[in-house]
């Protein structure tokens, strides 16, 4: 157990609609990570925020948005979903150098 | 851009052998990464190389960062079954995002 938790596991839906992803990092990380893991693009780094406030974008599409909340949890909504958007979507902390990552949620979009 | 090739990306062995995955990135870091990942599940660290020349071992995985040529290897000594995984190397980009290779899918037969 990384200690980074994310909600929810599984998340089914259609096409079309927006759903929110949840991610708490370890106690005491500041910095939470999102990434999309997908059978086609492999793992790829989304959007990086520090204490609140973003630090780096990556391959973040414009329908997707993320957010931290004072209490360090995140946030990434993804909006006018496609059957492309389906993926894993992970999450990650950082202590130092190293990265531990949450469980995942398996976005399924039909 | 940064860019992280692995190689090979699936890989079938037999227990007691001995082998080496490889991953080449394009541009400098200092910070490169393994991790392994069971299917469905979530990515689990195993190394973290931050120097030229640093080789890091846990049990019959070692690891070694050559960041002159750009090269990271990951060798496993008399592979166990319970080794099937897929392992994946990433490169620390700007801001500690991880840029990630492809993967190697590793298959250990009795």
């Known amino acids: 157990d990384s200690g980074v938790t994310q909600t929810p596991k599984h998340l089914i839906t259609a096409t079309g609609q927006r759903v929110t992803l949840r991610c708490s990092p370890r106690s005491g990380d500041l910095s939470v990570y999102w990434y999309q893991q997908s059978l086609d693009q492999g793992l790829q780094f989304l959007i990086h925020?520090?204490?609140?406030?973003?630090?780096a974008k990556g391959n973040i599409l414009e329908r997707f948005s993320a957010q931290q909340f004072p209490d360090l949890h995140s946030e990434l909504n993804l909006s006018s979903l496609e059957l492309g958007d389906s993926a894993l979507y992970f999450c990650a902390s950082t202590a130092g150098s190293e990265q531990f990552f949450g469980p995942g949620t398996r976005l399924t979009v039909l | 851009e940064l860019k992280v090739e692995q190689n090979p990306l699936f890989l079938s062995m037999q227990e007691g052998k001995n082998y080496t995955i490889y991953c080449n990135y394009s541009?400098?870091?200092?910070?490169l990464y393994w991790y392994r990942q069971d299917p469905g599940k979530s990515l689990e660290s195993l190394f973290v190389l931050l120097s030229n020349g640093a080789v890091k071992q846990e049990g019959r995985l070692m690891a070694s960062l050559d960041t002159k040529a750009r090269l990271s290897t990951l060798h496993i000594t008399a592979a166990v079954h319970d080794l099937s995984a897929t392992y994946f190397c990433a490169v620390g980009g700007y801001n500690y995002q991880l840029i990630w290779g492809a993967g190697t899918k590793l298959i250990i037969k009795p």
């Open positions: 925020y520090y204490n609140g406030e973003e630090r």
């Open positions: 541009t400098t870091s200092d910070r």
